[in-house]
Structures are given as structure tokens and as C-alpha cells.
């Protein structure tokens, strides 16, 4: 039985393929032996197809070779030039025919006759763009393209000039570039390619077949409900080919795949793909994120993608690579150190709960992309201690790796968790001579960073504080001893030490007795002063204090006027505020969602924490490249969080600010007055006897240890002494840091 192709071909044998010059002048017109719906079966569908008259088309379908598919047909407007230099009938129309095989020139008369076939397959085609129509030149052949149709014959010629086995595919990918096609088109396009797979046997040949279903109207989308299926394509070329990464970049510049739907193609790989095929698209997602990075500029945004592409690294073992994207994720992180201030009443802080939970998940992602976690990496040791200096496993890791100075303060740390360790221990103070402590010393490393952020909490709250009247404390001095060289002469020298390095002058000290015989106070005015209970200076007293616990105390309270927090120091704030109304100091921590801020806002603290939170189920999971998975998986995540938002009155936001900003004045002085000690037990010891609450927990801390005392609860369940261990652990953190180094050597 003879095929379609056969039939064709025998009804159309008594048509010459080629006329003379006279045959061409007769007017006899051929017939037309080809109905419409055979030559459907031929004719070519898509923007590079010019229709034809019928008669002309059934000459061309006689022209094809067994096999060969007919895809394009351009008008050319005039040919210029043939090879040696034949002449140019001028009578005659063109037309460029492109098939699966061969390039032709053909030519015909008023009669509708070919005339002239010029095969050009063996040279290739090059179109110059130019004004008006364009010239296409293969060989010796030159001719000019239509004004409607030149830009077709420029994106045509990438096929034309395909090695002829491989044409069909170039043709069909040529059509889906960056176009919407209907059903029919879509339908044969995805011909094409089957019959390209035929010819090749290529998977990448079946995976463009594959995805050319989800070409849309809108372009190629991933079809909703199909997302399993495309994965399973992704995976099949990803087992099949030795750099899937490569064909998937090609397959989205050949047809213009928008940058958002890659977005989507990638968070289908990371879902249903399994882990073993996602190290070999690694490149793929580096393109990606390169073109995303480039156009997206919501930072948070930016984060969460970068999270989930450190993942990736780390799955394919791309350490470095990842090292360097966690970097700089850590970088750009928002501003989470209203964390540290405002944890909620309810976590551990000793169990690594509440705390600069973003920070700390992207530095253990970097700690593990930095190499095996048996031997930490220093830096990232170090960083991971100061934001979390309560947890005996971060001071226990940085030990291990630490050496010298740094070493010795990790043990220090660890030493006043042991039980007895804050026990009274008489020790000689060595009398200091200062120097003024510079600008730079002053600005960089004395005061809490986040005191310098302009638009931070701290500088916003500065003008709302001064609406909190000071009260009249100057009665206070005629019913107090004034401190000299004579009676106090150790008090009189650590204020004119301190005053000296702070660059202050006139600073006076008073011993109070009564009400005022416990704590340290300093109060502004002209001259600021000092007030220090006479228990702090008793022999025996139960709040005496040693010369470098007296030290400590000092320096705070210098530290509160030289950065004039008088107005809001740690009595004031509740005394101050709450006359005011604006403070209920139960209500105002409940509310508190505990986690992280962005700059000044209070607003952010809510989204940041469900963000660590959702990084820090990854936690749990132990195999590195299970982990990778996850923490990519949860990054997809991460974007709508952020765009959550919390809903918070202003006096609530007031009111929290309030507390947040006594908190920081309260470490900045701390920092100070460690300086001034440079004892850490001192340091902890005198913040329990300047304070008639915590002094009462100074027994069990020496019997039982600060454990102990900082894990306190009550019936609800809340940590009682919460204040106390922020405060603890913003000391112990500046004590590891760089800048306490800074200021006590400087």
C-alpha cells in the first residue's frame, strides 16, 4: 500500500520540476493536483510561513525528498545576484523555502510555473540589518528580503544554517521563543520535536518535546496541578546529560522563559526532586539568582533567596561559595538587638532561646559551610559566644579553638558559672592612671552600637525621654557627706579618675544615709553628682563593696551622665513613666513578641521572629545534606513572613521603645564600668549589691552558682530574674568582644 508521501508523488509525476524560459510564457495555467486538506498535511505553520497560492505550494510539496518536512516560506523582494553571474529573469517572483533538509530559491512565472530552483544548502545564509529591506547573502547568491518580512529572515537563520539534522529542533524552538501560541501551533511544535527525537534519540531533544505542553498565551508557565510532573522532566534530562545546568540555561534563552517563572520552575526542583540530582543544578540556580539579585532590590527578599541558595551550595559541597553568600547575608541582616532587650519573660536565655535568633541561625549555616563541625571555625566560634554568652555550649566550642587573651576570658566566663565562684573574694585594687579616652575609642567601642544608629531606637526616644521631668534632687545633697580625698579618699579618686577619662569636669560625689544608705546614683545638674549609699562603704556591711566592685559602680554611674541617660536610668524609668501613665510594666513584656527589629521599628519584631523561627526547625536534623534540603525548603518561606504584620498601638510601641532604650543606656554604662574594674566577677557581683532586688539572690548565686538564679521561675511559668540575665549577658558579651581589648589597652 503506498504511503500518502507515494501518492502525492505519482499524482503530481507529469509536472516538470524545472520550465524554460518559453514554457514559462504560455499561458496555459497548471492544475492544482493537491486539495486544501493534503497540503495541510505539508504546509508549514507559524510566523515563517507566507502562504501561497495552492498551485505554487503543490509544486513545492513535489519538490520534497521522501522524509523531508517543508517549514518556512519568506517572499524575497528581488534577487540581486546568482552565481556566475547568470542572469536574473526579471519577470520572475521568489521565495526562500526552508525545510528540515535543504534552503531554496525558487522562482515563478505570471503562469505560476517554477521557473527557477536554486538550491543554497551548501553555503550559509547571513541577513544584514539595514534601512529599508535587508540583504541576505548565501555565497554567491544575494538577495533582498521584503520591508515585512526582514526581522524573519534575520531569526531564521540560525536554522538555515543548523547542520540539517538537527534543523527541525532549531525550527521548533525558534517558533516557541518568547511567543504565545495557540493549541493547534503548540501541537505542532511539539511534532516537530518528536519527530527531531526520532532523528537524534537526544534527551535534550525529549525534554524540550516534554515541556512544550505548558507553553501558553502568556509563554511557558509552570502548569498549575503539574508540578510533580515538570520535576520529573528536570530530573530525567538531569540523569541523562553531563551538564544539566547548561541545557536548562540554553532551554530558557531559547524561549525567553520570564525570570519570575524560573523563580517558579526552581521552587518545583527544590519540592519534588530528589536531593541527589539537586548538586548538578547548582549552576543553574547561580544564573538565576544573578538575574533575580540584579532586579530585586527588597532586601528581605534578596535574604531569602540567598538563604536558600547557600542551601544548595552546601548540598553540592560548594563550601566556599556558600561561605561567602552566608557573609554576606549576615551583613545585611536587619537590625535584631532590640532582641537582646526585649526576650520574652517566658525563654531560656542559659538554653539558647530568644536572642538574635536570625544572626545566629545564618552563623551556624556558616559554621557548617565552613568545614567540619568537630573543629570550629574561630571567627564564627567567637561571633556565635558574644550573641549567645549564657550557653555553656557556645563558650565551651570557642575554648576549644581559642588561644591567649581570648582564651583566658572564655574562662573566665565559665568560671562564674561554677558554684561559689561569686563568692566574696577581698582583692587589691590597683590604682590606674588614665588617659582621656579618645572620640574614636569613645563612639566605637565604649557605647552599645546600636547608640550610634541614627533613626535607632535609641536616638528616636531621645526627644520623647526629655518630656520625662527631672525631679528636683538637690535637697538631696544637704542631707549627704561630701566625698574628699580626705574621708573617702579611694571614691574621690575613682570619680576624678573616671571623670578624667570620660572628659568630664566637676563631676562631685555625696555619701547618703536613710532611705538613700543602698545603690549609686548619679543625677544631672550644675555640677552633676554622684549619690553612694554608706553601705556600699561599711566594713561588714551586707552590701559593702570591694575597691574594684566600687569601681564597677562608679563607672556606671559616670558612664549614665556622660551620655546623659540620668532621666531614664533603671529607677527613673519606672518612676518617670509610669507617674506618666504610659507603663505597666507586666502588660507591656506580655505583649512583647520577643524577637529582632528592623532599624527603629518595633513593628518588625514579630516577623523576624516567626522567620528564626522557621530556620530553626532545620536545627534538629542532623545529616548535613538533610539539613541542606531543609534550610532550602524553609527559605521559600521566608518572603511571606516578612509581609506579615503586627498589629501595635502607638503607646504600645511607646512604651516598649521606652523599656528598650533604659535597657541599652543601662549595658552602655556597664561597658564603662567594666572598663574602669576589669574584673568580670566584680563586675557581676556589684550589679546584685547595687540593686536592694537582686542582692537577695547573691546567697543562692554563691551557693548554688548564677545558674541557678537565672533560671528561676514562677508559677507562670516566667523567669523572674529575665532583666537580670539580659544584662548579664550583654556584659559577658562585650567582655569577649574586640572593643573591651580596645578600650582597656587603648
Known amino acids: 500500500m503506498k504511503s500518502l508521501f507515494d501518492k502525492l508523488k505519482s499524482q503530481t509525476e507529469e509536472l516538470t520540476s524545472k520550465f524554460s524560459k518559453q514554457e514559462s510564457e504560455q499561458s496555459v495555467v497548471p492544475e492544482q493536483k493537491f486539495t486544501e486538506e493534503e497540503l495541510a498535511l505539508f504546509r508549514p505553520q507559524g510566523r515563517y ?31 540581486k545576484q546568482l552565481p556566475e553571474a547568470r542572469e536574473v529573469a526579471k519577470e520572475l517572483k521568489w521565495a526562500m523555502v526552508t525545510t528540515s533538509r535543504r534552503t531554496l530559491l525558487v522562482g515563478w512565472n505570471k503562469q505560476l510555473l517554477f521557473s527557477q530552483l536554486e538550491d543554497i544548502s551548501a553555503v550559509p545564509l547571513d541577513v544584514k540589518d539595514e534601512v529599508g529591506r535587508d540583504t541576505a547573502t548565501a555565497g554567491e547568491y544575494v538577495f533582498l528580503t521584503n520591508l515585512s518580512n526582514d526581522a524573519h529572515f534575520r531569526e531564521l537563520v540560525p536554522v538555515v544554517n543548523v547542520e540539517p539534522n538537527q534543523r527541525l529542533g532549531e525550527y521548533a524552538n525558534l517558533l516557541l521563543k518568547g511567543k504565545s501560541l495557540n493549541e493547534a501551533m503548540i501541537g505542532y511544535v511539539e511534532n516537530l520535536f518528536q519527530k527531531q527525537f526520532k532523528l537524534d534519540q537526544s534527551p535534550k531533544t525529549l525534554f524540550y518535546k516534554q515541556m512544550t505542553p505548558a507553553m501558553g498565551k502568556k509563554g511557558w508557565t509552570v502548569p498549575e496541578g ?3 510532573i515538570m520535576a520529573t522532566i528536570v530530573q530525567n ?12 540555561l540554553e532551554w530558557t534563552e531559547r524561549w525567553s522563559v520570564d525570570l519570575n517563572v524560573q523563580l517558579s520552575l526552581l521552587d518545583v526542583i527544590f519540592e519534588h526532586c530528589s536531593k541527589e540530582v539537586l548538586p548538578k543544578l547548582v549552576d543553574y540556580h547561580r544564573e538565576v539568582r544573578q538575574a533575580y539579585l540584579a532586579k530585586e532590590k527588597e532586601e528581605e527578599k534578596q535574604f531569602a533567596f540567598d538563604l536558600r541558595y547557600a542551601g544548595h551550595l552546601k548540598l553540592a559541597k560548594g563550601w566556599e561559595e556558600a561561605t561567602e ?17 526585649l526576650p520574652e519573660k517566658t525563654l531560656d536565655l542559659t538554653q539558647g532561646e530568644g536572642g538574635q535568633r536570625l544572626k545566629i541561625s545564618v552563623l551556624e549555616e556558616i559554621r557548617e559551610a565552613k568545614g567540619d563541625p568537630e573543629i570550629p571555625h574561630l571567627d564564627t566560634a567567637l561571633r556565635l559566644a558574644e550573641l549567645q554568652p549564657l550557653v555553656a555550649e557556645r563558650l565551651s566550642t570557642l575554648e576549644s579553638v581559642a588561644e591567649g587573651n581570648l582564651k583566658e576570658k572564655v574562662q573566665a566566663v565559665q568560671q562564674l558559672f561554677e558554684v561559689g565562684a561569686l563568692t566574696k573574694v577581698p582583692k587589691p585594687y590597683e590604682e590606674k592612671r588614665y588617659q582621656p579616652l579618645s572620640k574614636d575609642l569613645m563612639e566605637n567601642a565604649l557605647e552599645h552600637p546600636v547608640s550610634k544608629k541614627e533613626g ?51 563631676v562631685q560625689a555625696y555619701v547618703a544615709r536613710g532611705e538613700n544608705a543602698i545603690g549609686l546614683r548619679g543625677f544631672e545638674g550644675s555640677p552633676a553628682f554622684i549619690l553612694i549609699g554608706v553601705e556600699h562603704l561599711t566594713e561588714g556591711s551586707l552590701h559593702e563593696l570591694t575597691e574594684q566592685e566600687l569601681a564597677f559602680t562608679i563607672g556606671v554611674e559616670m558612664a549614665h551622665l556622660r551620655f546623659n541617660h540620668s532621666r531614664l536610668t533603671s529607677n527613673d524609668v519606672w518612676r518617670g513613666a509610669m507617674d506618666k501613665g504610659m507603663f505597666v510594666v507586666n502588660t507591656a513584656l506580655s505583649i512583647l513578641p520577643g524577637i529582632g527589629a528592623i532599624g527603629s521599628s518595633i513593628a518588625g519584631i514579630s516577623r523576624l521572629s516567626r522567620v528564626a523561627n522557621v530556620l530553626k526547625r532545620a536545627d534538629a536534623v542532623a545529616d548535613v545534606a538533610e539539613k541542606g534540603v531543609k534550610v532550602i525548603d524553609m527559605a521559600g518561606g521566608v518572603t511571606s513572613l516578612y509581609q506579615g504584620k503586627e498589629a ?23 561597658r564603662a564600668g567594666l572598663m574602669f574594674c576589669c574584673d568580670l566577677q566584680s563586675a557581676v557581683r556589684s550589679i546584685f549589691l547595687n540593686s536592694q532586688r537582686f ?8 551557693r548554688y552558682g548564677l545558674m541557678e538564679v537565672l533560671r528561676r521561675r514562677n508559677d507562670q511559668g516566667e523567669f523572674v530574674n529575665q532583666d537580670l540575665a539580659i544584662r548579664i549577658s550583654a556584659l559577658f558579651s562585650f567582655y569577649l568582644s574586640g572593643d573591651y581589648d580596645w578600650l582597656v589597652n587603648g
Open 49 to 79: 510561513y507566507e502562504k501561497l497560492d495552492a498551485v505554487l505550494e503543490s509544486q513545492i510539496v513535489d519538490e520534497l525528498q521522501e522524509g523531508e518536512a517543508w517549514l518556512s516560506t519568506l517572499g524575497v523582494s528581488e534577487i
Open 648 to 670: 501595635k498601638s502607638k503607646e504600645e510601641e511607646k512604651e516598649e521603645k521606652l523599656l528598650a532604650t533604659s535597657r541599652l543606656m543601662e549595658i552602655t554604662a556597664d
Open 325 to 341: 553568600v552566608l557573609e554576606g547575608i549576615y551583613d545585611r541582616l536587619p537590625d535584631e538587638t532590640i532582641a537582646d532587650l
Open 226 to 228: 503539574k508540578e510533580e
Open 456 to 506: 535607632g531606637i535609641y536616638s528616636t526616644m531621645q526627644k520623647w525621654i526629655a518630656e520625662v521631668n527631672i525631679p528636683d534632687y538637690s535637697s538631696v545633697k544637704a542631707f549627704s557627706e561630701a566625698v574628699t580625698a580626705q574621708n573617702y579618699p579611694v571614691v574621690a579618686n575613682l570619680v576624678t579618675d573616671m571623670a578624667y577619662a570620660l572628659g568630664m569636669s566637676g
Open 237 to 248: 534530562l538531569v540523569e541523562a546529560v553531563d551538564n544539566p545546568s547548561k541545557d536548562l
Open 695 to 702: 542582692i537577695a539572690d547573691l546567697p543562692i548565686a554563691e
